[in-house]
């Protein structure tokens, strides 16, 4: 099987988080945009958040980071069959330092610093320091630890879905709020809030956008791929069913939460904590 992140990317998954669009929506709204920010996204995936947000601030100045050359053809796709190829600027992490140093307003992440891991998630995170201006806004979301799961029940879980799926499930680090809340301080950020998910405290906007509309049917055109791909069936297939053997059922082990962080004045990088 490719990995997990290759097979979405294939499949056009978006939202792919806990909670899904509900908690981008919750996100976004944590955001605070006014119409005229610099905005990156950090690890945009297939790029339907990226579509959200421009076709809601059409004057904000949008730029997405993406590792996965898988994910980012996929992005690509989306953003030209909405009608915004020339309106949101996609970068692969390797030309990164083309964004200048303290020139950014805002830095969202949904569900990508979790599977990062020592040094790669301490340079990640100086990086998003790095570019915000004074007092810039970061928002995260991810799903991280409950504080029950012992360290051997992490370890075990992300070598399951490391050798099925290609990625951890969440790092050793982001083990619970107020855990995780303190790496991020140590990287200069304070933090402003934080928010855990829950069913009955998101919901949908009662309207959306035309692009927001295509976007969705962009998605669905790759789900029905499921219909007469015969391989990417027996993947899907299969991937379900490892991760039914992953977890005890009924057994909660994470949590989604949205932390909102703000760049202290003093733009001090962190030592090696992690």
């Not at 200048?100 to 949904?110: A, H, L, R, W």
């Not at 360290?151 to 050798?163: A, F, G, V």
Request: charged letters at 25%; proline letters at 1%; a positive charge.
């Amino acid at each position: 099987m490719s990995s997990y992140i290759d097979f979405s990317s294939k499949m056009r998954v978006d939202f792919f988080h806990a909670y899904g669009e509900k908690a981008t929506e919750t996100l976004i709204n944590k955001l605070n945009i006014c119409g005229q920010e610099k905005i990156v996204e950090y690890g945009y995936g297939t790029g339907a958040t990226l579509v959200k947000l421009k076709s809601r601030y059409p004057s904000i100045e949008l730029v997405g980071i993406e590792l996965s050359h898988d994910m980012a053809k996929t992005a690509s796709e989306r953003i030209r069959f909405c009608g915004l190829n020339d309106k949101i600027k996609l970068l692969h992490t390797s030309n990164k330092e083309t964004i200048k140093k303290n020139s950014i307003d805002i830095v969202y992440v949904e569900s990508v610093l979790a599977i990062l891991q020592g040094s790669i998630l301490h340079d990640t995170i100086n990086y998003l320091n790095s570019i915000l201006k004074k007092n810039g806004i970061l928002v995260i979301n991810e799903s991280i630890w409950l504080k029950s799961i012992t360290t051997k029940q992490i370890e075990s879980i992300n070598k399951r879905c490391k050798d099925n799926f290609g990625d951890i499930q969440c790092n050793i680090y982001f083990n619970s709020i107020h855990p995780t809340i303190k790496i991020f301080e140590s990287f200069d950020f304070k933090n402003l809030s934080y928010e855990r998910l829950r069913n009955n405290n998101l919901s949908l906007p009662v309207t959306i956008t035309f692009k927001e509309k295509i976007s969705k049917l962009f998605t669905l055109l790759g789900k029905l791929k499921l219909i007469y791909n015969l391989k990417l069936k027996k993947e899907n297939k299969n991937y379900n069913t490892e991760m039914s053997k992953i977890y005890e059922p009924g057994k909660e082990y994470l949590t989604g939460v949205i932390m909102t962080f703000k760049k202290n004045n003093q733009s001090i990088y962190s030592k090696e904590l992690l």
